[in-house]
């Protein structure tokens, strides 16, 4: 194949707008659209609050189309968010496993690898945590929580790991294998829920309460926010020190880089891929277990909703970095918990949170790729 | 168990597998196209979500059935038109660009949905009169195949007839040929002067049109409603389909026939109170649609340049 082109060069030929539709658009006299060298992450950043500005005047719009004041609408949806320390502290409490899951897909994306069954390898920690309390019960309370969230991370990875070996042993493209992965493990839950595990006491999907011993401790007593919150922060430093400070880190974002390259450093590729699907797997499955001790303390069909795949956006929104995917799952915990007030305060659906995630997101990665360009004043050549 | 209910029970069984595989069918040949021509289309669910909405509200404020189908095309266009904007113009991840879509199709029609419908605070779900089954004339009158092939939903006679359309389009016409060889070697095609973009805009606008009717077959068809989890994963299940189906029409409908199958088949065991555990008959194709994805590797007709983004003088 043929050598990039550099095509900031003074070579008339090779004008930018030939390769880009969009550059067409800026053709105009005096400037044109050209492709930068250097993007630095101050551009990054820059684009990122354009796009949130965008979705904003959007969302706007669409709020007016309704019928409601935007206004009126973000007031009630900060409200809901930010607006009470009791609102303050439900965000958090919706922030936490989007935490993870974010974590999750980041890890993967940054090495290449499209884990998209976060929401399987969730419900898989959920059943792994089930398993150990099964398995252990007579564990003093200390131990069998460390025990479950060990199993989780153990199942989370497991269940990763069916779609990076066949993917290392076969080439089976990892994006259709996990998403199938995630219907499979749904229905394996629901068949553990309709029989071996189901409640005796109930007709419905669901295992018994968990003992008590079990339950994550609270931060205070009138707030449902959990210790899971700790467990994700930490979560965030260590993927971050794992990428940033370690030579494993360096190997997982060197096959996100270039696979071809660094399998001619030396890098094993298919092992890297392996273990970073294993962290992905893991990491989704922890937050499977954070919602069960913290929140749920039963299994059921329901503890997801869609968790896995919100995790996917918050990682693209925060352009996979660790730190930006804790702001923006925190972000997007404040929408799902605000969204809920707007609804009953404004009556704007409370679906409005899934189209501001899409739009958000799409505005996040048109904007990736502007940053990449410049206007740049032309000289116009006779 | 008298030998009437047996082989009345048996028939229901495969009645219900063309219906139920009716829109996986439309949905998967849509993406088929689209797939065929390099774009991996992940928003299948909101898609179809954003079509079986479109269509029901049309229907509901025209009167019209047959508009309804034509606003759920439309539904479905649009956002294949966005994805093709996103995907084969701008280039962004296709991967990454389905998913926002997706969730903003899922978002989008709950969020109308809701913004039309709930306002009046109404209990009952709004509703149109569905479609009825049309029977084809003498066909239907055939014993068993009659009654399980003729006497379904218009939009399955469309769903069959689009089977062999999609392969002749694909494989015996230049246009459909030139999708393919975009699919392939984008590069290739370039050189030789066919237009890439143009092409996978009606890749992706046809296969956002097919899912929007594969959602209005359970809007306008189905249910005669709209809620919330109308499509209930089915938008995943029809990608899965166009893999199972190793991206050929024929196997396609095999896969979407089998998907149907085991689906009508739990459902008659969940109904006769037959203790079998179902969710492993549900989940077990999935589990062949990655067998199959393992088995057909060194066959594979998977488009080489699935996902990948063709900047023209770049790798």
């Known amino acids: 194949m043929s050598e990039r082109v550099d095509d900031t060069g003074g070579d008339e030929r090779t004008d930018p707008a030939d390769r880009n539709p969009l550059a067409m658009l800026f053709q105009g006299d005096g400037w044109r659209l050209e492709r930068r060298l250097d993007t630095r992450p101050v551009h990054e950043m820059y684009a990122t609050l354009a796009a949130l500005v965008l979705t904003a005047l959007i969302i706007s719009l669409l709020v007016i189309l309704v019928g409601v004041s935007p206004l009126d609408a973000f007031t009630s949806l900060y409200e809901g968010a930010l607006g009470s320390r009791e609102a303050g502290l439900e965000t958090l409490v919706q922030a936490t496993p989007l935490i993870l899951t974010g974590l999750a897909a980041a890890v993967a994306f940054r090495s290449g690898v499209w884990n998209i069954g976060g929401e399987g390898q969730f419900f898989a920690g959920a059943i792994g945590t089930w398993w150990v309390y099964e398995l252990l019960p007579g564990l003093p309370a200390p131990l069998l929580i460390i025990a479950m969230f060990v199993g989780a991370a153990v199942a989370g990875a497991l269940w990763a790991s069916a779609a990076s070996v066949l993917l290392v042993r076969y080439g089976t493209n990892e994006i259709l294998t996990t998403v199938m992965l995630n219907f499979v493990v749904l229905y394996i839950l629901s068949w553990l829920l309709s029989g071996p595990w189901q409640s005796p006491k109930t007709p419905y999907f669901q295992t018994e309460r968990m003992d008590e011993k079990t339950f994550l401790p609270r931060f205070i007593d009138d707030s449902r926010l959990h210790w899971g919150l700790l467990v994700a922060l930490a979560a965030a430093v260590a993927v971050h020190l794992l990428t940033r400070r370690t030579g494993l880190g360096f190997e997982l974002r060197a096959i996100g880089v270039n696979k071809r390259a660094a399998a001619y450093k030396g890098i094993s590729v298919g092992r890297t891929v392996i273990t970073v699907m294993a962290i992905s797997g893991a990491l989704a499955g922890i937050a499977g277990a954070g919602e069960l001790l913290g929140l749920h303390h039963r299994l059921q069909l329901d503890i997801a909703e869609g968790l896995g795949f919100t995790g996917i956006i918050i990682a693209l929104v925060a352009r996979l970095h660790p730190a930006g995917v804790v702001v923006v799952a925190i972000a997007f915990g404040g929408l799902i918990n605000g969204a809920t007030n707007m609804q009953v305060g404004t009556g704007i659906p409370f679906a409005l949170v899934q189209v501001i995630e899409g739009v958000a997101l799409v505005f996040v990665l048109l904007a990736a790729v502007a940053c990449r360009y410049r206007l740049k004043r032309t000289v116009r050549h006779g | ?315």
């Open chain 2, 1 to 315: 168990m008298d030998d009437f209910f047996t082989y009345s029970v048996i028939l229901g069984i495969f009645v219900a597998t063309v219906k139920i595989a009716t829109p996986l069918l439309i949905a998967a040949l849509g993406e088929l196209v689209a797939e065929s021509s390099g774009i991996l289309n992940l928003s299948l669910e909101g898609t179809m979500a954003l079509g079986a909405f479109s269509g029901f509200l049309v229907a509901s404020e025209s009167g019209s059935l047959w508009l309804g189908l034509v606003g759920a095309a439309i539904g479905g266009a649009l956002l294949g038109l966005l994805m093709a904007v996103m995907t084969a113009t701008v280039k962004v991840n296709q991967v990454v660009a389905g998913l926002a879509l997706n969730i903003l199709g899922l978002g989008g029609a709950f969020f109308w949905y809701r913004s039309v419908y709930d306002a009046g605070g109404t209990i009952d779900l709004p509703s149109v009169e569905r479609f009825r089954t049309a029977a084809v004339p003498l066909l239907s009158d055939i014993p068993a195949v009659g009654e399980i092939l003729f006497e379904q939903h218009w939009l399955t006679y469309f769903a069959l007839v689009m089977v062999p359309v999609t392969f002749v389009f694909l494989n015996r016409t230049k246009y459909g040929l030139e999708l393919r060889s975009i699919g392939h070697n984008p590069e290739a095609c370039d050189m030789r002067g066919v237009g890439i973009v143009s092409r996978q805009y009606f890749a992706v606008i046809f296969g956002g049109a097919m899912a929007g009717l594969g959602g209005a077959f359970l809007s306008l068809s189905e249910a005669g409603q709209f809620f919330p989890d109308i499509i209930a994963g089915r938008g995943w299940i029809a990608l899965a389909i166009v893999i199972f189906g190793n991206w050929r029409a024929s196997w396609i409908l095999a896969g979407s026939l089998l998907f149907g199958f085991l689906e009508a088949t739990q459902l008659a065991l969940q109904a006769s109170n037959v203790n079998l555990p179902y969710q492993l008959l549900l989940a077990l194709p999935f589990v062949l649609t990655i067998v199959a994805l393992v088995l057909n590797r060194s066959r594979s007709q998977v488009p080489l340049a699935l996902t990948i983004p063709y900047h023209r003088g770049e790798r």
